[in-house]
Structures are given as C-alpha cells and as structure tokens.
T-cell receptor, first 113, second 117 residues
Framework: AQTVTQSQPEMSVQEAETVTLSCTYD???????LFWYKQPPSRQMILVIR??????QNATENRFSVNFQKAAKSFSLKISDSQLGDAAMYFC??????????FGTGTSLTVIP | GAVVSQHPSRVICKSGTSVKIECRSL??????MFWYRQFPKQSLMLMAT?????????EQGVEKDKFLINHASLTLSTLTVTSAHPEDSSFYIC?????????????FGPGTRLTVL
C-alpha cells in the first residue's frame, strides 16, 4: 500500500496570515490523485482541494493552493488569509489507480484570533 | 456537491452482539464505496472496498468474517460488525465514489460512532 506522511502533528497560524501544511507520499504508480481533506470537530470529512498527478499546474481553490512536486513526491497545502473557520484537522490523501484512499496522520491546525 | 449519509450516527451495544451500519449515497449512484475506521486523534484507516454486486475487497489485517460488507444496490452499502468487542469501539466512516468523467470524487459520510460495552 502507498504511504502518506504528514510530519507536522500540530500547526498554528495567526488569523489573516498564511500557513503551509506539509505532505509527502511514496508510490510506484505514475497516475494518481492527491487530496487535502479537512475534518472539523463534527468529524465530517470535507474536500479542500485535489490534484491530478498528470497535471503540472498546481491546483488552487480560492484561499487554498498546493505546491505539487511530483519528482520529490511532495504535496503541500497553503492556506492564505487564514480564517477562524479553517481550524480543523487536515488530512493529506493519496488515491491509487484502484480508487483506494490512503490518508496521512493528519495535522491539527489552530487559528489564533 | 453530493451527499452521503450514514445510519446510525451513534450506537452503543453489548459485547458479543452484532451491529449494522448503513451508508447511502443520496443523490448519485456509487458502484464503489469504502469503509474506514478512525481511532481518536488518529487518521482514517481503509478497511475495505465495497463493490456493488460483488464481494468486498478487504485490506490486509482486516477480518472478513468480523466486518461483513454488503453492497446490495448502487446507493447502499452496509457494514456489520459481528460479535462486537470493546476493542471494536471506534468511529466508522464510509465514502462513495461519484463518477465525474476522469475526475471522479469521493464523498464521505458523517461517520458512525460505535461503542461496545
């Protein structure tokens, strides 16, 4: 199975500032998808952003963007203009060609008012 | 977006009993659904892949006879925890695949908290 590593168990950011969450993965596949999911206290998994491995252009969704480095197998998430509602657990996920999802251990993000 | 529901949201049962958890895709058909379990402050661990009309595919280390999965229709998958024990207490989450061309997307249910006494 593929492995996904998030080396930052906890991160904090001042409201309106920018924060970057790190993620690396290991795979032998060439075609795959990468995702960032947010899990607030309600435990509902919410899709933040997705990246297709065949696309060189980094995905962006409003205040959320990724830095996808395929050769380095790195997939970091940048949150700009952080808001209090961004506070949550963030999981990096790898989707294999068989459609199985493998999640990292998560990063708990605190937004400081 | 798409909606995936789970029922029940919380269940408490006695040790030795069986518990069934339902996962439904409410506004789309899902040929594939997945079941995960999540321990407190930990990540989601994939348990099995549920395929409509065929047997589920289990991840290594997951007991097939303990966690029975049935995907009877394109909108419903069920996970039955048989002869539950306290160590089975966990948060169980399902997800369903919505086909959207090349970029199909996973939608997650809200989860079911199982407590085995």
């Amino acid at each position: 199975a593929q492995t996904v590593t998030q080396s930052q168990p906890e991160m904090s950011v001042q409201e309106a500032e920018t924060v970057t969450l790190s993620c690396t993965y290991d795979t032998s596949e060439s075609d795959y998808y990468l995702f960032w999911y947010k899990q607030p206290p309600s435990r509902q998994m919410i899709l933040v952003i997705r990246q297709e491995a065949y696309k060189q252009q980094n995905a962006t969704e409003n205040r959320f963007s990724v830095n996808f480095q395929k050769a380095a197998k790195s997939f970091s998430l940048k949150i700009s203009d952080s808001q209090l509602g961004d506070a949550a657990m963030y999981f990096c996920a790898y989707r294999s060609t068989g459609n199985q999802f493998y999640f990292g251990t998560g990063t708990s993000l605190t937004v400081i008012p | 977006g798409a909606v995936v529901s789970q029922h029940p949201s919380r269940v408490i049962c006695k040790s030795g009993t069986s518990v069934k958890i339902e996962c439904r895709s409410l506004d789309f058909q899902a040929t594939t659904m997945f079941w995960y379990r999540q321990f407190p402050k930990q990540s989601l661990m994939l348990m099995a892949t549920s395929n409509e009309g065929s047997k589920a595919t289990y991840e290594q280390g997951v007991e097939k006879d303990k966690f029975l999965i049935n995907h009877a229709s394109l909108t419903l998958s069920t996970l039955t925890v048989t002869s539950a024990h306290p160590e089975d207490s966990s948060f169980y989450i399902c997800s369903a695949t919505k086909i959207q061309g090349r970029g199909d997307t996973q939608y997650f249910g809200p989860g079911t908290r199982l407590t085995v006494l």
